[in-house]
């Protein structure tokens, strides 16, 4: 009995106990629980922080993206316009110029003559006079004619006096269609010669080059001048760009000209081609001006028409400046 009473008075010992043992590990879950809670919470707002951080940097950037794209929309809306507005106006241009040019072609080809014009060859009003004259002394009314070599005769002191005034210094300052250079007794020989013995109508022995032969023209061109003031016009026919080259910067340096005084309307007219020469010199003729015509060494014969006009010299080339010109060519 006794031992009974003992284990009975230990056993609400243990069960008292137990209740005790079973509350500490709740506690201390508890207390856990807590302590972590603390502890994750910095955590999170620091994740929080970083990923609002990273959104507010992508919405920046997008917006920055859709203000770029919506100015390269307007600078492409605006460059196209203005690119297609200068390129439709180069396009209207051109497309003015070239109906103007057409224009102009179909004009020059109503223009054309496609049917050869034969040629009608004139006698000079030098040959008029000479058949007139022929005529009366005829019939005696009238005494004869003077022969064609004195044609110049009532003019030969002023000839003679500039071809002295020629054989001296040259005179660079002299005014515009004065000789600037100086010949020598060969080429007043020659002027001489085609003046009072050919009476201004012959072909004369080339002075050896091109240069000799542009200065003697530049000085029958000053003679005639003071002869006929501004009732005559030069005709140079020197068959080439080349060649008429050299007679407008011979002209030039020798008379003291400018490009003004080489032109249809001014005193010096430079052909190719002995037709369009001879057609000139009808129209200078028709309003009562003088042709002096002037033919280069290398033009191999003199065209019959052109013999027909008052003044024409013709420089006739000897062997050898032949052969020179011919290897230039």
């Known amino acids: 009995m006794a031992d009974n009473t003992e284990m ?37 707002a620091l994740a929080l922080r970083d990923l609002q951080a990273r959104r507010d940097a992508l919405e920046a950037e997008i917006n920055e993206m859709t203000s770029r794209k919506q100015q390269l929309e307007s600078e492409l809306k605006t460059n196209c316009a203005g690119q297609s507005d ?41 040959d008029q006079q000479n058949n007139t004259a022929s005529a009366q002394e005829e019939n005696g009314d009238a005494p004869a004619a003077p022969a064609v070599a004195d ?26 269609w004065n000789l600037r250079r100086s010949v020598d007794a060969r080429d007043t020989a020659l002027l001489e010669d085609w003046f009072f013995n050919q009476g201004g109508r012959g072909a004369q022995p080339s002075r050896g080059s091109r240069p000799r032969n542009i200065l003697v023209s530049a000085a029958l061109i000053a003679i005639i001048g003071e002869l006929y003031g501004d009732q005559f016009q030069c005709l140079v026919l020197a068959g080439g760009p080349e060649r008429l080259g050299e007679w407008r910067r011979g002209l030039q340096d020798g008379l003291g000209l400018g490009r003004e005084d080489f032109g249809p309307s001014s005193g010096i007219v430079l052909f190719e081609r002995p037709e369009a020469l001879v057609e000139r010199a009808d129209r200078l003729e028709e309003r009562g001006e003088v042709p002096l015509i002037l033919i280069d060494a290398a033009e191999r014969s003199v065209d019959i028409p052109v013999l027909q006009f008052p003044l024409w010299l013709a420089f006739a080339a000897g062997p050898g400046e032949r052969l020179d010109d011919d290897d230039l060519l």
Request: glycine share 4%.
């Open 86 to 126: 200068a390129i439709a106006r180069r396009v209207k241009g051109v497309q003015e110029y070239l109906g103007g040019a057409l224009q102009d072609l179909v004009q020059s080809v109503e223009s054309l003559e496609l049917v050869v014009q034969p040629m009608v060859v004139k006698p000079s009003p030098l």
């Open 8 to 44: 009975s008075s230990q056993a609400p010992a243990e069960d008292s106990s137990q209740p005790a043992d079973s509350s500490a590990p709740v506690e201390s879950s508890q207390d856990c629980d807590q302590a972590q809670g603390s502890d994750t919470t910095p955590l999170l």
């Open 151 to 176: 044609t110049f005769r009532p003019d030969e002191n002023l000839i003679r006096d500039a071809l002295e005034r020629f054989l001296k210094q040259p005179d660079v300052y002299a005014d515009p």
